[in-house]
């Protein structure tokens, strides 16, 4: 019994010895050891184990920034940088785990390739001058690229903008500027030089503004190609400079129109008066300008001929309609001025007194026929103004008439009401005729 006990321990033994054990392994290769410059490699990451790699480079740019690896070996393209040593490190993540499913943390694995400018290879053995010797040695030829001499500097010795002062003063290390300005500069003019006579300057000279933020950029080019870029952000006050008199207000015309939304159908067009330019936008019929008074900023329609501002002028769309909203006063006893409010937008208009939902609305057509309109407020519907309303009675009298036509519908209905039972007792003697012949 024992002899039979050790012959099964013994033969275990041997099974466990026999079967091979397989552990876990991460690693990380590169197809190549030196690359040149700006060139592409692979790298394999993997082994025996499963889970998400983190992947990150220094000195160069990888086609993926991780991969998922499962007892394999994963290929990312690898792009050199111009010069040194490219470096790619792969980091297992949280889960990471060997074949049997274990928890496996192998850590960070990295490699590591030599970018290089210069390249030499050997050149085929030559055949031995005396064909009796026994032993030849290779000649090899190297090829090596010229150093390039040129130079790298691209600093700016100086910036100035004539009659104004930096901020901050200039520092050839300092790439980012700012500057600002009253509402009456239109231009300025810039100079730089560069510290190295063979270096190209570029962005200098005479500039023209806009009101608002300017950006400028001035590069200076080295010898060898390289750049570098310094910015000048210029404000421009935007402030009004040009004013037209309007019911008693002062409306000064905005000089930054950047992203105004142009009503459609009109153009812009830049015309002088009284030595200074003014930004219209007309169409065939009609020229509005775009003013501000009191912060609020306005259409206006213009009269170009007399250089004055006839009415305030709102575009606003209603039931898909775009109509152009003018400041018209209206004298109607039956009407008062109010408030009327569209969307987002407030609007002063005539509305019918004890009538909350109707309004006056006195706008022009882009053809320059001015049109009335009556608006209704709960449906949001309008309506051409029927000229028969153009005297709408008073409360008092509304109530007269309506009174008057009830009692005139009153009496014919009485009368329409006699009407048919006469015709009834008319149908109903006939009958009993009938039926005493």
Known sequence: ??????????????????????????????????????????????????GRVNLSVSNGKLSKSSVWVEQNTESITVTAGNSGVVTITATPTAGFSDADANEYNPGSRSVSVSIIEESSTPSNPTTPSNP???????????????????????????????????????????EKYTLNLPNTVTSIDISGVAEDDKAKVSGVGKTELKPGNNEIKITVTAENGSKKTYKLNVFVDEAPTVFINYNDESIGLVRNLEGLNIPEGFKK???????????????????????????????????????????KLIPIKIANKTIYLLDTKNDDDNLELSQLK???????????????????????????????????????????????????????STKHNNNLLIIILSCLSGALLIIILALLKKQKGSKTYEKTV
């Open 1 to 50: 019994m024992k002899l039979k006990n050790l012959l099964i321990i013994f033969i275990f033994l041997m099974i466990i010895l026999v079967i091979p054990v397989k552990a876990a392994s991460f690693k990380i290769s590169a197809s190549t050891s030196k690359v040149k410059p700006n060139a592409t490699f692979t790298i394999n990451v993997g082994g025996d184990c499963i």
């Open 269 to 311: 067009e830049d015309i002088t008066k009284d030595d200074k330019t003014i930004t219209v936008f007309t169409n065939d019929k009609i020229s509005i300008i775009y003013g501000v008074t009191n912060n609020i900023k306005n259409f206006y329609l213009y009269n170009k001929e007399k250089n004055e501002i006839t009415n």
């Open 132 to 174: 009796g010797s026994s032993t030849s040695k290779p000649s090899t030829s190297t090829s090596q690229k010229p150093q390039d001499k040129r130079s790298s500097n691209n600093k700016l010795k100086n910036l100035k903008v004539e009659g104004y002062e930096l901020n901050p003063k200039f520092d050839p290390n300092t």
């Open 342 to 396: 569209i969307e987002d937008l407030e609007i002063d208009c005539y509305k019918y007194k004890n009538q909350d939902n109707y309004y006056l609305l006195n706008t022009i057509n882009a053809d320059g026929t001015r049109v009335e309109y009556l608006y209704e407020a709960s449906e949001n519907s309008l309506i051409p103004y029927p000229t028969f309303l153009s005297n709408c009675p008073t409360n008092e």
